[in-house]
């Protein structure tokens, strides 16, 4: 993070919304993780949308091809609905977590990309701290910053700068009841900053590339949804 | 001859001949040389034969496993050129001028070609002249041998009438006329004989003795770069192959730099011992000639190959391809950070293909397509493709996004509960979780490919989120109604 002071928050009025040039620690490596396996897409757009509004493209993604199965592809149209420009983003599939994180560090220490995503699957055994420690001297040779998804898992010790935990949130419905802007949990677990672990709802604004805190009010859904007992929530 | 050699391992002993079925009968199509020396010969029927010689063994002649043969040595004697032509039935041509050398001169040459069809388990003849249907007449029916510089025509005219190959009428025809050799032949002047056997004669007459150049035709058109290292200690491990593969290597450059080109695409080609090759090739997306670059991608590529390396008992000759150059002046180093991004970002995707593969390190390109799958598509980063025109559909400012950021291929089946007639679900389930839906937006229709026989049904899409904030990409394929009955799917996850 960035003050050293370790008042200053990531969201909220005060840092991330627009207009505000506060943000990620470049040439570090930072881990958001899904909150669940079936969050996986929701930790990938959000991790999308940090890298957009941080870092210049190009960027480059490593994907771990089991999650293929459980989410699906990347869809070039949903990428670019997302804000980004696809023609600058290189996707590489590795086929498991070691030359995924292999991968990731190639392009980390190459300092072609403006940031480096990875997304892997499950609880592998290559995601090790020394493997963690290997992709921040990557990031820091390479002045890229990396972004690690993780799906699937469960937070392990690592050297990473901050750490995040993502879920859906329900969006603030347009007009005729249409799903509106995508919605996120956003809940900081660590810092090694020193900044206060912290939860906010989000809002991805793909027009000024900025996080949005929903104006409080009372049209908007609460996060704890009516749910019939007995279904279970993903 | 080549398919009796094909079967050496598994064939009997004694007298043994292939048959083959032509006119009604039974007919032999090869015979060993002990069948040979019995008097056996191609083309007697079989009962002939067996009346001849009782203990015949014959089999079935089988022409397929021939070929096959056929090209495998083609393979291995590629080695001592790339300009190999196949024979047909059981021959090659190959073109050495300027190869020689490698192997220590015509006669080095000559001994490495005969050793290496020993080892094949193959009886051959080699002959080597000045031109391609000169050799191919010694060898066929001659003695084989190097013919020396100049002495084309006069060996050449030693060689039996049946070397001309005219149909076996005009052969006979020319024994009854007292011409027994070429140079019975070549004497007589051309005019007559054009008068009686046809134009043709002359033509082949001139090949055969070397008046005439006929260039072969290669079964792989040879590189325009190309470097060879023949080793006289074979090598029995991988380990010493990197600096052989840096040595040619640098002649590549060598080659490319005279050149003033670069090449986007090299290829190794390794030879063993026992007559197997192996081929290892790599791409890249600029065109490079530094040795120092593509030596490390091939480090890469040898790690990452699916089945390693295998030496055998011996690996005795290396051959380094470079391939569909292109222009390239010296190398102007980047001057603004841009240029030197763009350098290293393709350097990059160079090192990622060569341990992954070209097929996982992608762009993405929008296609001109409405139906969604096909949208949008994956090119190769290693092989850039010139600009189609293309373009991603524009935004609305307005909207949030209208497509989903993760796609399945194909279509997860759903089973919706609560459906209104041409509306969203109120309900879902997929994967055994119901979903409750609290905000939909739809439906967005889109047409199948009315175009085609196969072009699937009309898809009206749904932008649905679940209660818990989770947002989904579902569609209804065909209309409430159809018969079969509209069947419901979720195409993609939104973030």
């Known amino acids: 993070m960035l003050s050293p002071s370790g008042q200053t928050r990531l969201f909220g009025k005060s840092s991330l919304v627009k207009g505000r040039g506060i943000g990620l620690a470049q040439g570090a490596v930072h881990e958001v993780y899904a909150a669940s396996g079936r969050q996986a897409p929701i930790a990938d757009g959000f991790s999308l949308a940090l890298a957009l509004r941080e870092f210049r493209p190009p960027f480059v993604w490593v994907r771990e091809d089991r999650g293929r199965h459980e989410t699906g592809g990347l869809y070039g149209g949903g990428l670019s609905e997302w804000g980004a420009t696809p023609d600058d983003l290189l996707l590489v599939r590795a086929p498991d977590a070691a030359r995924l994180l292999a991968a990731g560090e190639e392009a980390l220490r190459s300092g072609a990309a403006g940031a480096v995503l990875m997304s892997g699957w499950g609880e592998a055994k290559a995601f090790t701290l020394t493997a963690s420690r290997r992709l921040a001297l990557a990031a820091e040779q390479g002045k890229t910053t990396a972004i690690l998804v993780r799906a699937n898992a469960h937070p392990q010790p690592s050297a990473a700068e901050t750490r995040w935990a993502v879920e859906a949130a329900p969006s603030r419905a347009l007009d005729a009841r249409a799903p509106g802007r995508p919605a996120f949990k956003v809940s900081l677990l660590r810092s090694r900053a020193g900044l206060a672990t912290d939860e906010w709802i989000m809002e991805w604004d793909r027009e000024s590339r900025s996080f949005v805190e929903p104006e409080a009010s009372g049209r908007l859904v609460p996060v704890a949804a009516r749910r019939p007992v007995g279904v279970r929530a993903a | ?495």
């Open chain 2, 1 to 495: 001859m080549l398919p009796v050699d094909r079967l050496a391992s598994v064939r009997p002993d004694g007298p043994f001949a292939l048959t083959d079925k032509t006119a009604n009968a039974l007919r032999l199509t090869t015979v060993d040389s002990e069948a040979l020396g019995l008097g056996l010969a191609p083309g007697m029927t079989l009962a002939d034969a067996r009346a001849q010689v009782p203990h015949l063994e014959a089999w079935p002649h089988e022409a397929a496993g021939d070929a096959a043969l056929l090209d495998r040595t083609l393979d291995a004697f590629g080695r001592f050129s790339p300009m190999a032509a196949l024979d047909p039935p059981q021959g090659l041509v190959l073109d050495v001028t300027g190869c020689a050398h490698l192997f220590g001169g015509e006669a080095g040459l000559m001994k490495a070609a005969a050793r290496l069809s020993e080892r094949l388990g193959l009886q051959s003849r080699l002959a080597l002249a000045r031109t391609p249907q000169t050799a191919r007449a010694l060898a066929r029916f001659g003695q084989g041998g190097i013919v020396s510089e100049g002495d084309d025509r006069t060996t050449a005219r030693r060689l039996p009438v049946a070397a001309l190959e005219l149909a076996s009428a005009e052969t006979q025809a020319l024994r009854r006329a007292g011409l027994k050799t070429l140079g019975d032949v070549d004497d007589r002047p051309r005019a007559a004989l054009a008068a009686r056997f046809g134009a043709d004669i002359s033509s082949r007459l001139d090949r055969v003795l070397g008046l005439e150049d006929a260039r072969i035709t290669p079964v792989r058109p040879p590189a325009p770069v190309m470097a060879d290292r023949v080793l006289m200690e074979p090598l029995i491990s991988t380990e010493p192959l990197e600096a052989v593969i840096a040595d040619l290597l640098a002649d590549t450059e060598k080659a490319l730099e005279t050149r003033r080109s670069g090449a986007r695409g090299f290829r190794l080609t390794v030879f063993r011992v026992d007559g197997q090759s192996r081929r290892i090739g790599l791409g890249v997306a600029r065109p490079t000639r530094e040795a120092g670059n593509i030596l490390r991608l091939f480090r890469e590529r040898l790690a990452a190959l699916s089945t390693p390396l295998d030496p055998g008992f011996g690996i005795d000759q290396l051959r380094m391809e470079a391939l569909h150059l292109q222009r390239m002046d010296p190398v102007q180093t980047a001057i603004d950070e841009q240029d030197q991004r763009a350098e290293a970002l393709d350097a990059l995707i160079d090192r990622l293909t060569a341990r992954l593969g070209p097929e996982a390190v992608t762009w993405v390109r929008p296609a001109d397509s409405h139906l969604p799958e096909k949208a949008s598509r994956r090119v190769c980063a290693s092989r850039p493709e010139a600009d189609d025109g293309v373009r991603w559909p524009d935004l609305d400012p307005d909207s949030p996004p209208l497509r989903p950021l993760h796609l399945f291929d194909p279509p997860q089946p759903v089973e919706v509960i609560s459906p209104v007639p041409d509306g969203p679900p109120a309900r879902f389930k997929w994967r055994r979780v119901t979903h409750h839906i609290a905000l939909a937006e739809g439906p967005e229709r889109i047409e199948g490919e009315w175009w085609r026989r196969d072009g699937g049904r009309v898809r009206d899409y749904y932008r649905v989120e679940d209660e818990t904030g989770r947002r989904f990409w579902l569609f209804r394929a065909g209309h409430f109604g159809d018969e079969p009955a509209p069947r419901w799917y979720v195409h993609g996850l939104f973030a």
